[in-house]
């Protein structure tokens, strides 16, 4: 009698081989550095003066861009500094406290304010 192999057994066999193959390969994500460091907030520095509410403009509002935005304006009047702020609050979601957005707008005022 011809000895048949059950085509069942050999196609596990087979599938069993490709499945213990793919498990030597070496991973697909190889490993990525991952920045563990974050840089410490007080080494963010700006260039801009020194005035009350510096420390509140340096928490809220480099997140996004640098402080060159502010550095780039002409002096302004607190009007024009108010809506500024409020814009940058409420059409581009700045998370920042009304509170804050005044002593920022003194800030602002302070160093490149205009009567
Ligand atoms: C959520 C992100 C975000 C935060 C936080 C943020 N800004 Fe902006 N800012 C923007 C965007 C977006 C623009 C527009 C960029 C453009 O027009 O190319 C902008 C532009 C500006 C400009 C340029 C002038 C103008 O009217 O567009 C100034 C000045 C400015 N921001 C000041 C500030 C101040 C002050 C704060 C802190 C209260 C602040 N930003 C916080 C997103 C932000």
């Given at each position: 009698m011809k000895k048949r192999y059950n085509p069942i057994i050999s196609l596990i066999i087979i599938l069993s081989a490709f499945i213990v193959g793919s498990c030597t390969?070496?991973?697909?994500?190889?490993?990525q550095p991952v920045a563990t460091v974050l840089p410490?907030?007080?080494?963010?520095?700006?260039r801009l003066p020194e005035a009350p509410g510096y420390q509140t403009f340096n928490v809220n509002c480099?997140?996004?861009?640098?402080?060159a935005y502010v550095q780039n304006q002409p002096d302004l009047p607190e009007k024009t500094w108010t809506a500024i702020v409020t814009k940058m609050q409420k059409t581009f979601g700045a998370p920042v406290s009304d509170s804050s957005a005044k002593e920022i707008v003194q800030y602002l005022v302070a160093i490149k304010g205009k009567s």
């Amino acid at each position: 009698m011809k000895k048949r192999y059950n085509p069942i057994i050999s196609l596990i066999i087979i599938l069993s081989a490709f499945i213990v193959g793919s498990c030597t390969e070496s991973p697909a994500v190889a490993e990525q550095p991952v920045a563990t460091v974050l840089p410490d907030i007080s080494e963010v520095t700006t260039r801009l003066p020194e005035a009350p509410g510096y420390q509140t403009f340096n928490v809220n509002c480099i997140t996004c861009h640098s402080s060159a935005y502010v550095q780039n304006q002409p002096d302004l009047p607190e009007k024009t500094w108010t809506a500024i702020v409020t814009k940058m609050q409420k059409t581009f979601g700045a998370p920042v406290s009304d509170s804050s957005a005044k002593e920022i707008v003194q800030y602002l005022v302070a160093i490149k304010g205009k009567s």
